[in-house]
C-alpha cells in the first residue's frame, strides 16, 4: 500500500511541476517575453495545454472566468494539495 501512495504522490508532483510551469509561461506570454511565433515556445505552449486541458475543463464547467481572470489553476492547486494530505494521513 505504501508504494502505490508513493506512486500517487509522485504523479501528483509531475502534475504540480507542468502547472507550474504552465502559470509562468502564461505570465511572459502575457507580458510578450515569450513570443509564441518562435517554434520551441508554441510547441512547448501547445504541449503543456493538451496535458492539463483535460484537468482544466470539468473546473472549468464550475468556475467560470471572472473579469477575465482564470482560476482554475488555483483550484487545482487546492485540489493536487488536497489528495497530497488524503493519501499522506492515509498511508500508515
Known amino acids: 500500500m505504501t508504494s502505490l501512495a508513493q506512486i500517487l504522490l509522485f504523479i501528483l508532483d509531475i502534475v504540480y511541476f507542468v502547472l507550474i510551469v504552465h502559470i509562468i509561461m502564461s505570465w511572459l506570454i ?3 517575453v515569450l513570443n509564441l511565433r518562435q517554434p520551441l515556445v ?4 501547445h504541449g503543456i495545454n493538451q496535458l492539463l486541458e483535460p484537468v482544466y ?3 472549468r464547467r464550475f468556475i467560470p472566468a471572472i473579469g477575465g481572470m482564470d482560476f482554475t489553476p488555483i483550484v487545482l492547486f487546492i ?3 488536497a489528495l497530497r494530505v488524503i493519501i499522506i494521513n492515509n498511508m500508515y
Not at 508554441?42 to 505552449?45: C, I, K, N
Request: glycine fraction near 8%; aromatic fraction near 24%.
Open 30 to 32: 502575457s507580458f510578450q
Open 42 to 45: 508554441a510547441q512547448l505552449w
Open 57 to 59: 475543463r470539468p473546473i
Open 79 to 81: 485540489g493536487i494539495y
